[in-house]
């Protein structure tokens, strides 16, 4: 099966069940967005390998939040690869373990001890108006403290679970009853709608074209 190319250098990794992974080459090497649950690392050098990089050519790993479906595999793939972390100011600490997750009472916080996942100090730490390997960070509070999305100059938007889609690829609005602040969420949704975009990808749910 051929990778699901989505655009011009930007894949959805298959196979990564519960999150949606992406794969991005940009001028400054290989990108990637979020990293799923744990477990996934491997599966994941295979997708670069399939697109004929190497597992070294990952440049930067980009979190886009730090909730466990999104950052259960960067501690796996940093060894694996040697890329550089990178995550918002604000949930950098929660990925250190410096934090505890702050959200989701105590469903959430059940859901990390149970599965527990790898602490990682992050190389880098984002904030609004920053760019890495070519894309634009904009900060997204409301989900998480630090959540942000990632665009590219031409329009493809990586928006984490700032704002979602279905898996007809209908565009949907974040629950609020998994937001840290839903008032802040739902006003972030608003503006990440409002971006000119040609392409979103989302954290769940297929990939819309705008
Ligand atoms: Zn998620």
């Known amino acids: 099966m051929l990778p699901m190319r989505l655009a011009d250098g930007v894949y959805k990794v298959d196979g990564v069940r519960a999150a949606n992974v992406y794969l991005v080459a940009t001028d400054d090497g290989l990108l990637l967005v979020d990293t799923g649950m744990p477990g996934n690392a491997k599966l994941i050098v295979a997708f670069i390998e399939s697109v004929g990089r190497r597992a070294a050519d990952l440049r930067y790993i980009v979190l886009t939040h730090c909730d466990i479906d999104h950052i259960g595999s960067v501690a796996a793939l940093k060894e694996l690869t040697g890329a550089k972390v990178a995550i918002h100011e604000l949930d950098g600490p929660i990925l250190a373990g410096e934090q505890r997750p702050q959200k989701g009472g105590l469903a959430m916080a059940a859901f990390h001890r149970l599965l527990r996942p790898r602490t990682v ?46 898996k007809h690829g209908q565009v949907r609005w974040p629950a609020p009853r998994l937001a840290l602040d839903r008032v802040q969420a739902l006003a972030s949704a608003e503006r990440i709608k409002a971006l000119p975009m040609k392409l979103l990808c989302p954290g769940h749910g297929a990939p819309v074209y705008m």
């Open 121 to 166: 100090a992050p190389d880098l730490l984002l904030k609004n108006g920053d760019t890495i390997g070519g894309l634009q960070v904009i900060h997204v509070p409301g989900h998480t403290a630090g959540s942000i999305v990632l665009r590219r100059e031409d329009g493809v938007v990586f928006s984490g679970d700032a704002l979602l889609s279905d």
